[in-house]
C-alpha cells in the first residue's frame, strides 16, 4: 500500500515563502509524473505545478515566477517551492504521483492535504 505523506504547510503571511515535500512510503514503480494540487474554500482542485520523469515542468499561470517544483528519484519525493506568496495562494495542497503499475494500468496516488494559509 503506498501512501504520500506531506510537510511544510502552514501560516506566512504576504510575500513570504513556503516549502511543500511528499515523500512516498512502500514500493512505488514506473513514475510519470509528480506534483501538486490545491484546493480553496468552495472551489473545484486546480493543478498548481507537475514535473515528468523526463523533468519537464507544468505551472498554473497563477504560480508561473514565484512557485518552482522539483523532485528527487531516487528518493521518491516531490517539493514544491513556494515564494512571493499571496492571500489567494491559499487552500489544501496535496501531492499527486501517477505512473503506470508493473503488471499494467495506471495508479493515481493522493497525499492526505497540508494547509496552507497566507494572510494579508
Known amino acids: 500500500q503506498v501512501q504520500l505523506v506531506e510537510s511544510g504547510g502552514g501560516l506566512v503571511q504576504a510575500g513570504g515563502s513556503l516549502r511543500l515535500s511528499c515523500g512516498a512510503s512502500?514500493?512505488?514503480?514506473?513514475?510519470?509524473?509528480m506534483g501538486w494540487y490545491r484546493q480553496a474554500p468552495g472551489k473545484q482542485r486546480e493543478l498548481v505545478a507537475v514535473?515528468?520523469?523526463?523533468?519537464?515542468?507544468n505551472y498554473a499561470d497563477s504560480v508561473k515566477g514565484r512557485f518552482t517544483v522539483s523532485r528527487d528519484n531516487a528518493k521518491n519525493t516531490v517539493s514544491l517551492q513556494m515564494n512571493s506568496l499571496k492571500p489567494e495562494d491559499t487552500a489544501v495542497y496535496y501531492c499527486?504521483?501517477?505512473?503506470?503499475?508493473?503488471?499494467?494500468?495506471?495508479?493515481?496516488?493522493w497525499g492526505q492535504g497540508t494547509q496552507v494559509t497566507v494572510s494579508s
Open positions: 512502500g514500493s512505488i514503480f514506473n513514475i510519470n509524473a
Open positions: 514535473i515528468t520523469s523526463g523533468a519537464s515542468t
Open positions: 499527486n504521483i501517477q505512473g503506470i503499475k508493473p503488471l499494467g494500468g495506471r495508479y493515481d496516488y
